[in-house]
């Protein structure tokens, strides 16, 4: 993608925060005020982010993503352009982190209808992401791929989480029986030294591999090797997303609140949440940004969703990501939204220039109720109907605000990555958790390594057995 400093400008995202507060929402919305006495709480928060960027041990190290890792993208396009010449099919085996970032960046910058394309227009082989152990899931993407021609690209920091080392297995067997040379057909991103897939590698004689960095947690990843080797087979301008993350970090760098969208947006919140509203609704008006939804959701819930502060205090904090689609979820979860309880804040994602206008045509002259349709754009038509939600809502006092694309594209959507991950760092430093932990998710991991007879779980194992379903509740 070209990069001229005019396009740069005219691709900038913009954040329109009008709608959270007392402007059009009176007593509902947020006062100049309110937001003035947080501003010591802001600063708080930009000063621990600014004083801990880049640090392993913080887990911070995603802030440097954008700036070092040239060589590694140099090895990544190398790999891509050999995984398009000699492959048919490319699959990401992953979850969570390793899984909602390939899948985010896939939806957003492809063809809507990407494997049903023949080779000739797409850029790259058919792709899937494997993240659930759904056993019918598994056996049907074997119904539709053939192993001989695929390349599975195991994604996981760990190398020990259940679902996607269980799908290994699976491949990995099938690749034998079928008698290729399992390593021809695996690259790993995974922990630079601990971590089972290290020990595979070596076991299998090396397969290519890259690294996780140790200072990047699987949520803050998609800038890493996990999202830019898949983005990169498809043919997705990985620069450019890059040049968009350290563009948008510019503006969240910026100690001035009012200048810099993520802290002001991560103030927003943080108030609103302290008034009880505790959900956040993402609406993006585009398929392609629908699956920032799960990416973002993800993001937001298992960073600030925690019950400890970092100095040890009981809290039991978070905000929970609802996903929802315009202008479909309009015809479902407006109303409630609209009506409801005041529990929420709406995030809006809208496009200023979509990719397709696709003209309506006139006709059907003597319906009234149709015929106004002709001649307008289903681009004028999504657009107006984002500006309508946005209105009713605000009519309504509901809180909710705008992040502005001006197109969707690797560059714009490496702005909204970053903006987003360094809002979810701001607000969980204001909160004063640790952001970056997830022990909430280890709980449940362990407990199926227990159930499934992992030795060292014996204990849990018993507890499990003692616990569950009772006669006494069942009907
Ligand atoms: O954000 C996270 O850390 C998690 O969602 C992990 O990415 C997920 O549990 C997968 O872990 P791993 O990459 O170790 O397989």
């Known amino acids: 993608m070209k990069l001229t400093e005019t396009r740069k400008k005219e691709l900038r995202i913009t954040v ?109 082989p058919k792709f899937y992401v494997e993240d659930n152990v759904d056993p019918v899931r598994m056996k049907e993407l074997l119904d539709v791929i053939d192993i001989k021609k695929t390349c599975f690209n195991v994604i996981s920091k760990s190398g020990a989480t259940s679902e ?35 020990k595979i590698s070596k076991e299998l004689g090396g397969v290519k591999s890259y690294v996780l960095p140790d200072g990047v947690g699987g949520r803050f990843s998609e800038l ?32 001035d609140l009012y200048k810099n969208p993520a802290l002001m947006l991560a103030t927003l919140q943080y108030i609103a949440m302290q008034d009880g509203k505790n959900i956040n609704v993402i609406m993006p008006y585009s398929d ?20 400890i502060t970092l100095d040890g205090k009981p809290c039991h904090v978070g905000q929970t990501p609802v996903k929802a689609l315009g202008v479909t979820d309009q015809h479902s979860q407006v109303q409630l939204y609209t009506e409801g309880p005041y529990d929420k804040v709406i995030t809006f994602l ?5 990719k397709e206008k696709t003209p309506i045509p006139r006709g059907c002259e003597n319906i009234p109720d149709v015929s106004f349709l002709g001649g307008h754009t289903m681009e004028e038509l999504i657009q107006a109907e984002n500006v309508a939600t946005a209105y009713a809502l605000t ?13 969707v594209n690797e560059y714009t959507l490496g702005q ?27 709980a449940g991991k362990k407990a199926t390594f227990a159930l499934l007879g992992k030795p060292g779980y014996e204990l849990q194992r018993r507890d499990l057995a003692s616990t569950g379903s009772d006669a006494e509740f069942m009907i």
């Not at 392609?288 to 019950?307: C, I, M, P, T």
Request: charged share 20%; net charge neutral; glycine share 8%.
């Open 16 to 124: 329109d925060y009008t709608n959270m507060t007392d402007k059009y929402l009176g007593d509902k919305g947020i006062s100049h005020k309110t937001i003035e006495a947080h501003r010591k709480i802001a600063r708080a928060a930009h000063a621990y982010l600014a004083e801990n960027r880049g640090k392993d041990e913080l887990y911070t190290g995603w802030t440097e993503l954008p700036y070092n890792q040239d060589e590694i993208v140099a090895d990544i396009l190398e790999t891509a352009k050999a995984v398009r010449k000699k492959f048919e099919y490319f699959v990401v085996l992953g979850i969570g982190g390793s899984a909602l970032g390939p899948i985010m960046a896939f939806r957003a910058l492809c063809h809507l209808h990407y494997n049903d394309l023949p080779r000739s227009k797409r850029k790259g």
């Open 164 to 198: 996607t080392m269980a799908q290994y297995l699976i491949i990995s067997d099938l690749l034998k029986k079928a008698g290729e040379n399992v390593k021809d057909h695996l690259i790993f991103t995974t922990d630079a030294a601990r971590g089972n897939l290290v």
């Open 224 to 255: 890493s090797p996990v999202g830019l080797l898949p983005a990169a087979v498809l043919g997705i301008d990985i620069k450019a997303m890059l040049k968009g993350a350290a563009a948008m970090d510019k503006f969240c760098k910026s100690p």
């Open 288 to 307: 392609n940004l629908q699956y920032v939804s799960d990416w973002f959701a993800q993001l937001w819930a298992e960073s600030l969703g925690k019950n």
């Open 350 to 354: 809208s496009v200023g220039s979509y």
């Open 395 to 407: 009519k309504a006092g509901r809180l909710n605000y705008t992040v502005f694309l001006p197109e």
């Open 416 to 442: 909204l990555l970053f903006l987003f991950e360094m809002q979810t760092a701001y607000t969980g430093a204001m909160f004063n958790i640790d952001t970056y932990n997830q022990p909430g998710v280890e």
